[in-house]
């Protein structure tokens, strides 16, 4: 288990919620990964990971596992997580392996995508370009938009959690990569991936929160769209009492500035944010902003800063927060044109 920079809780340590939640995990997942691992020290943000995972990827509904696994690589490539794009391909590999192929030829840009598995697979490519034409007119009906678009917004949050607090690759070494993944479908996750997955049998784990609004492109899936208000509800809990309600009104803002996600915006931007904030909070607004827009540049020296004022449980809520807001930001943006 490569879990930095916070406490979590192992396996053998869990009880109650946590310990259920660990026994459905191993069995439906074939593992029990970092990505839910890293939020144990809140057994309700373990709870709603888990529950946006399996009723989003895992469950077949509208939409053929394989492909979600397929957005779920490409999105963690947008966002630089080789944790995830691992992962994910081994779970490609284990559900069609042969649409890796369609994700290679989408890629290589040679050939216009034919097929819709081709179109969504270019759809999850160009993810964060708002104003491409594939954004624009979306390759999928609003009925498949809760498990499409709902998996990209999972991976924009996960990753970023991910390479926040979690190991560079599931594997211990990159050196034979495709004959790991090859062995880790067939003899690790093969059970998991061959068992039939209800849907709803995730809700058990979430508690009643009041109602909310968000989450518009899963309002044709009540258990997708509960899994994700779950995990908004629980990252925003006490959020106040570790950060002003000024600098939480900044980042709300920011975080709805899609430009702000394009590779290469430069420190101007940060500079011009950390202009804004009282000195008291700067490490803690500096954190959140690379949370959402470059986490793989927050470093040793950053975290340092960040212990000096809050303990792992604050900054893993602090983590959940920042990239749970731009992840639900992300979704509205891809939804602008479903159904139009």
Not at 93 to 113: A, M
Not at 171 to 197: E, Q
Not at 321 to 340: D, P, Q
Request: glycine share 6%.
């Amino acid at each position: 288990m490569f879990i930095n920079h916070i406490k979590y809780i192992r396996s053998n340590k869990a009880t109650g919620k946590l310990k259920n939640l660990y026994k459905h995990i191993n069995l439906n997942f074939g593992k029990l990964a970092e990505p839910f691992v890293l939020h144990s020290s809140n057994v309700e943000l373990t709870a709603g990971v888990w529950a946006m995972l399996y009723e989003t990827v895992l469950v077949d509904g509208e939409v053929k596992r394989s492909l979600k696994e397929a957005i779920a690589t490409i999105v963690s490539e947008i966002n630089k997580c080789p944790y995830c794009v691992d992962a994910h391909s081994i779970m490609i590999f284990g559900t069609e392996k042969g649409l890796q192929n369609d994700i290679s030829i989408v890629k290589e840009g040679t050939i216009k995508p034919k097929t819709k598995d081709e179109k969504i697979i270019q759809w999850a490519l160009r993810n964060l370009d708002f104003d491409n034409s594939v954004i624009q007119n979306p390759p999928f009906i609003k009925e498949e938009a809760p498990e499409i678009i709902g998996t990209a917004v999972l991976f924009h949050y996960l990753t970023r959690m991910v390479t926040l607090f979690a190991g560079n690759s599931p594997f211990p070494t990159t050196k034979m990569r495709g004959l790991l993944i090859k062995v880790a479908s067939f003899f690790i996750f093969a059970k998991a991936i061959n068992k039939k997955k209800i849907a709803g049998e995730c809700l058990i784990f979430l508690n009643e929160i009041s109602n909310q609004d968000a989450f518009v492109w899963a309002a044709g899936s009540p258990n997708i769209r509960k899994a994700f208000q779950y995990l908004k509800h629980h990252s925003e809990y006490n959020i106040q009492k570790i950060l002003s309600s000024e600098l939480i009104a900044l980042l709300k803002n920011i975080s709805k500035k899609p430009e702000m996600l394009q590779p290469g915006f430069g420190n101007k931007n940060l500079g011009n944010f950390l202009n804004e904030v009282k000195p008291t909070e700067r490490e803690m607004a500096e954190f959140s902003f690379f949370t959402m827009f470059e986490p793989y540049k927050i470093t040793e020296k950053c975290f340092h800063a960040l212990r000096q004022r809050l303990g792992d449980e604050e900054i893993l809520q602090l983590a959940a927060f920042a990239g749970m807001l731009v992840a639900e930001n992300i979704g509205e943006k891809l939804n602008e044109n479903i159904g139009i």
